[in-house]
Nanobody
């Protein structure tokens, strides 16, 4: 059974930074691609960033490319999202998810989700 717990969200001013973490209870964490999605009020859940099982490949939504960085520590069963130069439009609940082997940008491909962490960016 996969359990995911996000942390690190909060209230930050525009231009600020946050580091989100997702701790995974997965026996074979290194076999899983890990991703971050986000969902703003009244909007669909959208892909933000993904990292392959090895950490060798990363993927980003165009809206966060150059500002966000996803990484993972397989020894700690944890994936991170470093979010810099935050904008008010980044305000959302951020969720991590896990999928065997390959990253998908479709939320329907993921069955294991964390509870989410709120990120609020003030202007």
């Amino acid at each position: 059974q996969v359990q995911l717990v996000e942390s690190g969200g909060g209230l930050v001013q525009a231009g600020g930074s946050l580091r989100l973490s997702c701790a995974a209870s997965i026996r074979t964490f290194s076999n899983y691609a890990m991703v971050w999605f986000r969902q703003a009020p009244g909007k669909e859940r959208e892909f933000v960033a993904g990292v392959s099982w090895s950490g060798g490949n990363t993927y980003y939504a165009d809206s966060v490319k150059g500002r966000f960085t996803i990484s993972r520590d397989n020894a700690k069963n944890t994936v991170y999202l470093q979010a810099n130069s935050l904008k008010p439009e980044d305000t959302a609940v951020y969720y991590c998810a896990a999928k065997l082997y390959s990253v998908s940008r479709w939320y329907s491909d993921y069955s294991s989700w964390g509870q989410g962490t709120q990120v609020t960016v003030s202007s």
